[in-house]
């Protein structure tokens, strides 16, 4: 399974992004997709994450500005980033864990998010 990001950019606090990662290859049974971030200096964070049944949670950081969804039939998420402030800069990279004959994880390269006036 390979992961592809897409999205990134640069944008004025205030501003909004998309994010998107498409999962290639096979893979079946339950599973979750997320979007983990890691600014300059700090350990890697999730911060938003969705399962195969649709169940999501969020860092309390993001709650009420990013929405976390995806398309079964394309495997692939999507991260609505609205209201962006300087500190949401960060690369954000996409993960797929499936949940099958016990855990495997895999992740995308990342993109960058940077919000700057």
């Known amino acids: 399974v390979q992961l592809q990001a897409s999205g990134g950019g640069s944008v004025q606090p205030g501003g909004s992004l998309r994010l998107s990662c498409s999962a290639s290859?096979?893979?079946?049974?339950?599973?979750?997709m997320s979007w983990y971030r890691q600014a300059p200096g700090k350990q890697r964070e999730l911060v938003a994450r969705?399962?195969?049944?649709?169940?999501?949670n969020y860092a309390d950081s993001v709650k009420g500005r990013f929405t976390i969804s995806r398309d079964n039939a394309k495997n692939t998420v999507y991260l609505q980033m609205n209201s962006l402030k300087p500190e949401d800069t960060a690369v954000y990279y996409c993960?797929?864990?499936?949940?099958?004959?016990?855990?495997?994880?895999?992740w995308g390269q990342g993109t960058q998010v940077t919000v700057s006036s």
């Open positions: 969705i399962t195969s049944g649709g169940s999501t």
């Open positions: 993960n797929l864990v499936v949940y099958g004959m016990g855990r495997n994880d895999y």
């Open positions: 290859g096979n893979f079946f049974g339950f599973n979750a």
